[in-house]
T-cell receptor, first 114, second 118 residues
Framework: GAGVSQSPSNKVTEKGKDVELRCDPISGHTALYWYRQSLGQGLEFLIYFQGNSAPDKSGLPSDRFSAERTGGSVSTLTIQRTQQEDSAVYLC????????????FGEGSWLTVV | AQKITQTQPGMFVQEKEAVTLDCTYDTSDPSYGLFWYKQPSSGEMIFLIYQGSYDQQNATEGRYSLNFQKARKSANLVISASQLGDSAMYFCAMREAGRTGTASKLTFGTGTRLQVTL
């Protein structure tokens, strides 16, 4: 498709399990972002990729969270030993380089930790 | 300090009326972009309008316009002729060019929930 694609769209996992969330950005977009949004809250920045490198990972809440991007395209956000407070929507966005370019969001991965 | 401030947690507007959603920002970077997104109850983030710091004219996109007052660091969204489908959360965001000029993360405000009534 033409937009940012995220999978899974919904994930229910047991506390303590690991989860992987995938983001496939728009073709040609060099910048990729991960955000988290808890119910009724604003968007919390997690990590930003420029190509395959992450110049800003300041938003990752703990060492249980990690992300990688390969081939300048697909990115995976991994949450190890999930906790109930990790329950949120994880949003991925992509854009071309440059502050003036529109940033497009995927539909999000809804994570519920039970 | 907050980089993006949205002081209106909730707003009501009657159908067909215009409404202004406030946004102020804080940056020392001379090059930046300002964005407005709409988030309906379905959760998707829908891009509405963009204003660059060097743009001379206020941005417009259909019923959306951005009232950009650079000296006041204000970027208010104006929605004209409100429709019931405009009921949603609205987020203001900023992206600074940074030292390398390649831009970085998008910083969001806390959002304004708009409710359009009959």
């Amino acid at each position: 498709g033409a937009g940012v694609s995220q999978s899974p769209s919904n994930k229910v996992t047991e506390k303590g399990k690991d989860v992987e969330l995938r983001c496939d950005p728009i073709s040609g977009h060099t910048a990729l972002y991960w955000y988290r949004q808890s119910l009724g809250q604003g968007l919390e920045f997690l990590i930003y990729f420029q190509g395959n490198s992450a110049p800003d990972k300041s938003g990752l809440p703990s060492d249980r969270f990690s992300a990688e991007r390969t081939g300048g395209s697909v990115s995976t956000l991994t949450i190890q030993r999930t906790q109930q407070e990790d329950s949120a929507v994880y949003l991925c966005a992509s854009t071309r380089t440059g502050s003036g370019n529109t940033i497009y969001f995927g539909e999000g991965s809804w994570l519920t930790v039970v | 300090a907050q980089k993006i401030t949205q002081t209106q947690p909730g707003m009501f507007v009657q159908e067909k009326e215009a409404v202004t959603l406030d946004c102020t920002y804080d940056t020392s970077d001379p090059s930046y972009g300002l964005f407005w997104y709409k988030q309906p109850s379905s959760g998707e983030m829908i891009f509405l309008i963009y204003q660059g710091s060097y743009d001379q004219q206020n941005a417009t996109e259909g019923r959306y316009s951005l009232n950009f007052q650079k000296a006041r660091k204000s970027a208010n969204l104006v929605i004209s002729a409100s429709q019931l489908g405009d009921s949603a959360m609205y987020f203001c965001a900023m992206r600074e060019a940074g030292r390398t000029g390649t831009a970085s993360k998008l910083t969001f405000g806390t959002g304004t929930r708009l409710q359009v009534t009959l």
